[in-house]
């Protein structure tokens, strides 16, 4: 059971980038993905899940209408599309998987990659 997540860089305040989670060794299609991210000094931050089952999609109030998360069970990959980046969007990135529905609780995960790097510089 591996969680890779990448896209990870820096980019200037307005731009986008898009993360990707690929999963392997496990039934994807049976985990909600989810995505927390930890900035320096800070706790880690629930951003965005999406459901296993009916792919139900769910955000934080900090990012609601800037960032989109989606899936492709068939590819074993899911994405988080962040736009109009802020600088207080720097954080390291991290994808995880859970069969709970608690999916704002980073505990509820029981799976994580390895977090990838997101900069924006203002």
């Known amino acids: 059971v591996q969680l890779q997540a990448s896209g990870g860089g820096l980019v200037q305040a307005g731009g986008s980038l898009k993360l990707s989670c690929a999963i392997s060794g496990f039934g994807f299609q049976h985990y909600a993905i989810g995505w927390f991210r930890q900035a320096p000094g800070k706790d880690r931050e629930w951003v965005s899940s999406i459901a296993a089952n009916d792919g139900g999609t769910y955000y934080a109030d900090s990012v609601k209408g800037q960032f989109t998360i989606s899936r492709n069970s068939a590819k074993d990959t899911g994405w988080l599309q962040m736009d109009g980046l802020k600088p207080e969007d720097t954080a390291i990135y991290y994808c995880?998987?859970?069969?709970?529905?608690?999916?704002?609780?980073?505990?509820?995960?029981?799976?994580w990659g390895q977090g990838t790097q997101v900069t924006v510089s203002s």
């Open positions: 995880g998987a859970t069969f709970l529905e608690q999916y704002s609780d980073y505990t509820s995960y029981d799976y």
